[in-house]
């Protein structure tokens, strides 16, 4: 139990250090938080339209950019998290491949010492 829980911990803190290495997303978010007001009056001024052809409200443009911010970081996320998983499964098939190399010459070894020992009583 001591086990899963440390492995639990360990791949917890990896997955935190590699988000928290990833400063591409948090300057981006940076960028978007300072022009924040600006790009709030730029897209009130446009104009968008809901399914009828009547222009949208206030409220309703900042729900529609809301959804879209929303699928965008979701994306985001969902890349990066695969990425993050696929780095930590390809570092566990190597140390299965190596430890698996190491059983197989490990029992070359106890074969060979197996058969002397068979040689010595023979």
């Known amino acids: 139990m001591k086990t899963k829980t440390i492995i639990e911990l360990l791949t917890l803190s ?12 948090l300057e981006k978010l940076n960028e978007y938080s300072e022009k924040g007001k600006d790009n709030i009056n ?3 001024a ?10 949208l409200e206030f409220m309703d443009k900042i729900f529609l950019k809301t959804h879209e911010l929303k699928n965008k970081l979701d994306a985001k996320i969902e890349e990066l998290v695969a990425k993050f998983y696929k780095k930590i499964n390809v570092a566990h098939l190597d140390e299965i491949k190596a430890l698996n190399e190491k059983i197989e ?18």
């Open 14 to 25: 990896s997955s935190i250090y590699v988000l928290a290495r990833d400063t591409k997303f």
């Open 42 to 44: 730029k897209v009130m």
């Open 46 to 55: 446009e104009s968008a339209l809901d399914e009828n052809g009547n222009e």
């Open 105 to 122: 010459k490990l029992d070359q070894a106890i074969a060979l010492l197996e058969a002397r020992l068979n040689k010595m009583e023979a």
